[in-house]
């Protein structure tokens, strides 16, 4: 088949289709698009476990006037001879304690406000009820239960936490909904699938007359539903080319722009995902869809259109 008929054929079916191709171009960049937000979310999660586990810190918290419920704060609040000894403790912890740091009630409150700035119950927390404490870093976090076994009942501590179980519960919350992204994105796959398949279907009904004549003259069926095939490709690379201009415009202007302004200066802030990122899924969303456009509309062609 001459490259210039086919194209042809192509255009022409496009122009008189072309309410079914808007439909699959649509379906498949919004498959596409959230296939790439699940991508880009088990990429930022990867990243920010890798960089938040090495960040994560084990609390002590020392006695308050208020503590009383503690095996170690039975005598109030903690002394400076309990705190000197504590910080003797950890000293004979190294290696394992890589660094600590003491947070004095007045830093720690400090840094309380400023973080509750916001909130109108501020007011009501008055500075002697925030702990000081210790934080710890550790050279292997997973031996977090060594620094609680040694501290816990230890005399002036009120209790010891471990940074990794508030990460562990937020990283549990952004991988379900990653994966809540992926699997709206094989529905709308699938969804995909079924429009591409119909399609074809009603595309080839409206075109029998030419295909009974282009098999009356001897044309090979590859040659007859290599314009179908190619039309349905034409829609899904224009789809996918859609879904990667939303997704550069998610991270160029969402996250690369607003959040990571909104984000400056926090502690502890992780890498987010940039355009990098999208490049290096981009072949796999554009190669995922014309390989499924091929499939599907020679199935498609194979199961339900006689030519």
């Known amino acids: 088949m001459r490259p210039g008929f086919l194209l042809g054929e192509v255009g022409n079916g496009l122009r008189r289709n072309f309410s079914m191709f808007v439909s699959v171009v649509l379906v498949t960049m919004v498959s596409?698009?959230?296939?790439?937000?699940?991508l880009l979310a088990q990429a930022q999660v990867s990243t920010a476990k890798g960089e938040w586990y090495?960040?994560?810190?084990?609390?002590?918290?020392?006695?308050?006037?208020?503590?009383?419920?503690?095996?170690g704060c039975t005598a109030g609040a903690v002394t400076p001879e309990q705190r000197d000894q504590i910080e003797s403790d950890l000293q004979g912890l190294e290696p394992l304690v890589t660094e600590y740091f003491y947070e004095s009630n007045a830093e720690a409150y400090e840094r309380?406000?400023?973080?509750?700035?916001?909130?109108?119950?501020?007011?009501?927390?008055?500075?002697?009820?925030?702990?000081?404490?210790?934080r710890v870093n550790l050279s292997d976090p997973s031996r977090y239960d060594v620094i609680r076994a040694a501290f816990e009942q230890a005399p002036g501590v009120d209790s010891v936490e471990d940074q990794r179980e508030v990460v562990d519960r937020l990283f549990a919350f952004l991988g379900a909904l990653s994966w809540g992204a992926l699997a709206l994105a094989v529905a709308m796959v699938v969804c995909a699938v079924l429009l591409i398949s119909t399609t074809i279907r009603l595309t080839a009904w409206t075109r029998r007359k030419e295909t009974a004549i282009q098999r009356m003259v001897g044309a090979s069926a590859f040659s007859i539903r290599l314009p179908f095939i190619l039309e349905t490709v034409v829609a899904a690379v224009l789809g996918a080319a859609l879904a990667v201009a939303l997704?550069?415009?998610?991270?160029?202007?969402?996250?690369?722009?607003?959040?990571s302004e909104l984000l400056a200066g926090e502690s502890?802030?992780?890498?987010?995902?940039?355009?990098?990122?999208?490049?290096?899924?981009?072949?796999?969303?554009?190669?995922g869809a014309v390989l499924l456009a091929v499939v599907t509309a020679w199935t498609a062609l194979r199961r339900h259109v006689r030519v």
């Not at 550069?248 to 959040?259: D, E, K, P, Q, Y």
């Open 247 to 259: 997704l550069w415009a998610t991270v160029r202007f969402g996250i690369s722009g607003f959040l």
């Open 54 to 71: 090495d960040r994560v810190q084990v609390s002590i918290f020392l006695c308050t006037p208020d503590s009383t419920d503690a095996p």
């Open 112 to 134: 309380f406000t400023e973080q509750f700035r916001n909130s109108s119950a501020l007011e009501s927390v008055p500075q002697e009820s925030i702990p000081a404490s210790f």
């Open 268 to 287: 502890g802030l992780v890498s987010l995902v940039g355009e990098r990122d999208l490049w290096l899924i981009t072949p796999f969303l554009v190669g």
């Open 32 to 38: 596409l698009f959230f296939l790439g937000v699940g």
